[in-house]
């Protein structure tokens, strides 16, 4: 029987003059038990394949990855392995051990030309215009762009989920998980170890850790905290048919059919009124909890009372319906 709980594939190995993996690259990945070494071809990594150090100071190498999905990352290839497993549709987010993940991971200068060391990237920079422009004489040059200084990179430069959309390519990290229908808008962010499990609507932010259910909707501008910030364990989910308006932001999980108005930011600590029908009709007074007593439940909306100032919660009986033509990707 394989072992559904590994992971295996070739990769392509970006190595840097100090010996640093900056990242790697996985064509297609497998789960399950690794073949024996004689049946491993790494297919059509030939012609990419660069063992000695090109103008940015960078060899390609191939690199055969096996991966214990439980246990403990071992090094950048696991790492870069792991992620593509989430935005490859493989593995979910929050089912993979992902502890130490930043202390695997270079930081690395992300380019039009691939990647580069921060060390002396400025030599490098001058490296590669050199020899661009060595090989284009009297061709105007648009030279080095840096896209972003970090650990993660885009998404779309390793793995293009089927089926959906994305506005701006630099807001989607490479271990974001998109089911097939998501729509995120240009100022939608989502996150690694974190994403859609169904038809979604990102406008917001989906920050590590948070999943979103089935026809939810993330509001533009809102936000949904996640563990990095403040050491918090706690990972917070939208249910099904749930929407976070536009500028709200949850600190707590949200169930089936729940709204959360505009501008609204509801937390574990917020102190929140629950409207009840029954206890009014009785001139009962209504229960003030936190909003970690609310968190996860189903059919709630939260609003700001306009006259008081206070938080409600009150029941609702149907989720929010997203446009079912827009999410044809």
Same mark, same amino acid.
């Given at each position: ?30 789960? $399950? ?10 297919? !059509? ?22 991966? /214990? ?31 130490? *993940?930043? +202390? ?31 090989? @284009?004489?009297?061709?105007? /040059? ?6 972003? &200084? ?8 390793? #793995? ?6 994305? %506005? ?6 490479? !271990? ?5 229908? =998501? ?15 169904? #038809? +979604? ?10 999943? #979103?259910? @089935? ?8 936000? =949904?905290? $996640?563990?990095?910030? $403040?050491?918090?364990?706690?990972? @917070? +989910? *939208? ?7 536009? @500028?709200?932001? *949850?600190?707590?999980?949200? !169930? ?6 505009? %501008? ?7 102190? &929140? =009124? ?8 009785? $001139? ?26 206070? *938080?409600?919660?009150? /029941?609702?009986?149907?989720? &929010?319906?997203?446009? =079912? #033509?827009?999410?044809?990707?």
């Amino acid at each position: 029987m394989s072992d559904e709980r590994t992971a295996w594939g070739w990769g392509l190995a970006s190595i840097d003059e100090a010996g640093t993996t900056l990242d790697v690259w996985y064509p297609t990945l497998h789960l $399950g038990d690794a073949p024996v070494e004689a049946s491993r071809p790494n297919h !059509g990594f030939d012609a990419l394949v660069h063992t000695k150090p090109d103008t940015r100071g960078v060899r390609r190498i191939p690199v055969f990855t096996v991966s /214990q999905l439980d246990g403990d990352l071992v090094d950048a290839a696991d790492a870069y392995l792991r992620l593509h497993l989430l935005s490859m549709r493989l593995a979910k987010p929050n089912t993979l051990n992902l502890d130490g *993940i930043f +202390s695997k991971l270079a930081n690395v200068v992300w380019t039009n030309y691939g990647p580069f060391a921060v060390r002396d990237f400025a030599l490098r920079k001058i490296d590669v215009a050199a020899a661009t422009l060595r090989a @284009n004489p009297g061709v105007p /040059q648009a030279g080095v762009n840096v896209l972003a &200084i970090d650990k993660f990179p885009r998404m779309v430069d390793y #793995v293009v989920p089927a089926g959906v959309r994305i %506005g701006d390519a630099d807001r989607v990290r490479l !271990g974001a998980y998109l089911s097939e229908g =998501t729509t995120v808008m240009h100022a939608g962010f989502v996150n690694y170890n974190a994403g859609t499990l169904g #038809v +979604s609507m990102v406008e917001g932010r989906i920050s590590q850790g948070v999943v #979103v259910g @089935n026809g939810s909707d993330i509001g533009g501008g809102a936000s =949904t905290m $996640g563990t990095l910030s $403040g050491g918090g364990k706690l990972r @917070n +989910s *939208i249910g099904e048919h749930s929407l976070v308006g536009a @500028n709200a932001g *949850i600190g707590i999980s949200l !169930g089936d059919n729940c709204v959360v108005e505009a %501008g609204l930011y509801v937390t574990a600590g917020t102190k &929140i =009124t629950v409207v009840d029908k029954a206890k009014k009709a009785a $001139g009962e007074p209504f229960d003030v909890v936190k909003g970690a007593d609310l968190s996860g439940k189903d059919n709630l909306l939260f609003i700001r009372n306009s006259i008081t100032g206070g *938080i409600e919660a009150r /029941q609702r009986k149907t989720g &929010i319906e997203l446009n =079912t #033509v827009l999410h044809k990707n």
